[in-house]
């Protein structure tokens, strides 16, 4: 029989349900990372870059025509003759094959179009219009009114080197391809003249060239870096959106978990407890011999152990429901006034018999005017025993154990138990305060325990806003402190009048 596959997400941060979602988003990552990674020559940038001349060549295509159509018009007042019209109408349809093809190229999809190509093209096109610009370099006038006409003419072409520069600036090269042949013809006219303006204005229109050639290069480095910038910031969005995509996964299969874990253990807890009952109550009949004498006294020591097994096993289920509460923010805090040393020294009765049978002695150090701490009764009480459960358990045999209930330096009060046995290793106390965590001295004493006490511990002072300390040394013992803040003690109220001090006031 083929496996079947579950629908939902398991081990895999992914989720299945949404396999579209995470497709697109891991695509959109790898695209933007593969043209942050790329240098000079990426074709995603070579793309954009023509994207953006051809945006600049539509959004200004009525520049230069109209510096065209002006020149014409001037040129027909000034009295050139029919031949300016021509040059005005051969340029103008040179500007307007530049921008049916830049127009052409900015409706296509950046994915569809091929760099190399686009590039020939813009450069043929500039190169034709440059063609025009020649033949304005070659116009004569000999019967204008213009006396230096050579210098008007120089004029004209550094405004429209200067238009050019800015509006061409995304393609590389397409300032050369238009005025390196009207400059170089220019040039040429001016020195076989040999005339000092129009040499002076030759010389002007080849340095003004590489001058805006640079200024064109240096805008294009800066929509490069308008282009990266832009790539790095589609990539912190592709990577946010899959951050927060693997949240919400990861927030479900939590919130799963939790749910999984609240219905297992509200079931084992209802399925163990129910013989545990039975176990616990039989095993103490017969280990009392309640119902007769048993005849062989092997069972009823065996009794006894079976006794004592279910009651470790039944403490070891509430441990891990109050610690499960307490995780899952379910645990309800009863609180009320309550006498912080007197829970304290009820605690140390209780162990007292578990000290006795090792020969250890508790040392109990309290302050007497201690007010009055708002908490849980039954959290405190938890607190002090698992302190001291955890301080004789550890404890060679003569040995002691020293409690300490005061004040601490910020307002509140503090319950320590210290001890001086084998201590912890610095580097396994986060061991330790771990869930099920235990040290190397417990694994190799064998000592019985969950290792959730602690933990259990600082979640009920988390509960109450306090904190909890452990402090231990190889060798020298183990001090635990449990503090409660200031937030939690009660303030006494000054004692009312008696009945003869009233009569006295009135």
Known sequence: MPLQRSNTADKFIVDRRKPHRNSDVARAVRKTRDRLSQQAGNPDFDRELLKLHARAMTSGAVVIPLLVLAIAAAGRLAGVGN?????????????TVVAFMARRIERTEAAELNPLQ????????????????????????????????????AVVLLFAMAGTALMASSLSGALLATFAVPVALYAYLGARLWMPVEAIMAGLLVLSLPFFVYVARHINRSSLMLLSFRSEKDALIAELETAKSMSDEARRR????????????????????????????FSEVMANEVLGPMSNPTYRDYANDV???????????????????????????NEEPVMLLNIVEDCCHMMELRARNKDIRVIQDFEQTLPRLFADERAVRQITLNLLSNAIKFTATGGEIRV??????????YISVKDNGPGIPEDEIPVVLSAFGQGSIAIKSAEQGTGLGLPIVQGLLAMHGGEFELHSKLREGTEAIAIFPLSRVMEELPALPTAAVAARRR
């Open 83 to 95: 031949e300016i019209g021509l040059w005005a109408l051969s340029t103008l349809t040179c500007y």
């Open 118 to 153: 686009a590039r020939r093209e813009f450069l043929v096109g500039h190169f034709l219009c440059g063609l025009g610009w020649a033949w304005f370099v070659l116009l004569g006038c000999g019967t204008c009114a213009v006396d230096q006409f050579q210098v008007v003419k």
């Open 254 to 281: 939590a919130e799963d978990a939790n749910l999984a874990k609240s219905r297992f253990l509200a079931s084992m807890s209802h399925e163990l407890r129910t013989p545990l009952n039975a176990i616990l109550g």
């Open 307 to 333: 006794h004592d097994s279910g009651q470790h096993l039944l403490d070891l289920i509430n441990e891990i429901l109050d610690l499960s509460r307490i995780e899952a923010g379910r645990y309800q805090l």
């Open 404 to 413: 300490r209930v005061g004040w601490t330096a910020g307002g509140g009060q």
